[in-house]
């Protein structure tokens, strides 16, 4: 029994780590640095970020930004997700924890490489009007676009899945909104209502399309190791649950769940979640890093 807990641990730290069964140099690293970071151990994204409701949020958001077919193209086009899924996992991972725990340095250099990454991500779509259409992945439109879905999918999912945030949904929002400006986003909203506006103000722009199921459907099954599949499809019924009914409909997804179903929803959920975090740790080792470079500048103060 010990040496299979021992393997599903790994197994579980490798999806995350991008099958490495180290904790990646890059997270060492952030206990490296001058100053605390753009947000503060008590802030509402580090209660977001530590929390293990990222894991439906980041599902959730992959659902979202599949329905904007510019935003897709550039994924379909450019990236090797379906070759490495996990390894997209893995940027996508350090990208956050490094703003989100990194010093002011580190979290710019962060937004600096995806932006320089994003340079050579251009084509063509078809839009919902069936026009042809350019698209250029640091477009200010699709950066927004981005950023509006990962900062709502976050939000929503703590809210559903999580406990108690500091200072509400609005707090989170506009502490984020940081992250927006780094990525070049202007004027990133500041409030859970103007989240919301911002993002109903794309909705002429999305459409249902053969390569978003396709990509739904490969988010739906990842290729995971077996041990865990069935804590995964709980999860992807856990994110599926927060969409709005417009967004389901164009994802093809199943409509929401009757009330008898639903109940079992969040409990099943809270024990994925927790059952992931026993295999985690408590503390990550980004949140870890930062705590100590925090201790030694308050040394240092």
């Known amino acids: 029994m010990g040496n299979i807990l021992i393997r599903w641990r790994d197994e579980l730290r490798g999806t995350f780590a991008g099958q490495s069964d180290t904790v990646p140099q890059w997270e060492l690293e952030l206990e490296n640095g001058d100053d605390a970071g753009y947000f503060a151990p008590d802030s509402a994204v580090w209660t977001v970020h530590r929390s293990m409701t990222t894991l439906v949020a980041g599902i959730r958001s992959l659902l979202v930004q599949t329905l904007h077919p510019g935003a897709l193209a550039g994924v379909d086009d450019f990236s090797a997700y379906r070759a490495a899924p996990l390894a997209r996992l893995a940027n996508t991972i350090r990208w956050i924890f490094t703003v989100t725990y990194g010093d002011t340095s580190a979290a710019k250099s962060a937004c600096d490489l995806v932006l320089q990454l994003h340079e ?53 929002v506009a502490e984020w909104a940081t992250a927006g400006e780094l990525m070049r986003v202007t004027d990133p909203p500041r409030t859970f209502a103007e989240l919301r506006r911002q993002l109903d103000s794309y909705r002429p722009e999305l459409t249902a399309s053969a390569a978003m199921q396709e990509t739904v459907e490969f988010v739906r099954h990842p290729p995971l190791p077996r041990s865990q599949r069935l804590g995964y499809s709980i999860l992807f019924a856990a994110a599926v649950e927060t969409l709005p009914e417009d967004h389901r409909r164009l994802l093809g997804l199943r409509p929401r769940t009757p009330l008898p179903l639903r109940i079992l929803i969040k409990p099943a959920t809270w024990l994925v979640l927790g059952v992931v975090r026993l295999g985690l740790s408590k503390t990550g080792p980004s949140e870890a890093a930062a705590r100590r470079r925090l201790a030694r500048l308050r040394q240092q103060a």
């Open 120 to 172: 050579r991500v251009r084509g063509t779509y078809t839009d919902s009007s069936g026009e042809l259409q350019p698209y250029y992945a640091n477009d200010p439109h699709l950066l927004r676009w981005v950023h509006l879905t990962f900062t709502d999918a976050f939000v929503t999912s703590y809210l559903t899945y999580g406990k108690r945030l500091p200072g509400g949904p609005d707090q989170y």
